[in-house]
């Protein structure tokens, strides 16, 4: 049986571009004014610390991920040791 090599990225390359990804992601940069609303209900602050911790949920989220990728790779490369693939 012939094997065929892929190149294709690691899980841990994978899993540094996801994190580095999403910690480029940044903040909304609208000005804040407290007499502002928009349609008339909610003020433009309410909306940015909506948008601000939308943002840091996104990058805890991705972090996260990325995390588990390398606990993924790290284990997937120990049960190769262990086999001796």
Do not use: C, W, Y
């Not at 209900?41 to 948008?51: M, P, Q, S």
């Not at 989220?61 to 990728?69: R, V």
């Not at 284990?75 to 693939?85: P, W």
Request: glycine share 4%; hydrophobic share 40%; aromatic share 2%.
């Amino acid at each position: 049986m012939t094997k065929i090599k892929v190149d294709t990225p690691s899980i841990n390359e994978i899993a540094s571009n996801i994190a580095a990804n999403t910690q480029s992601i940044s903040k909304p940069s609208i000005a804040k004014d407290s007499d502002s609303t928009i349609g008339g209900a909610r003020k433009a602050e309410d909306v940015i610390d909506e948008l601000n911790t939308l943002v840091a949920d996104v990058q805890q989220a991705g972090n996260a991920l990325a995390a588990a990728l390398h606990n993924a790779a790290a284990a997937f490369e120990a049960t190769d040791d262990a086999t001796g693939r």
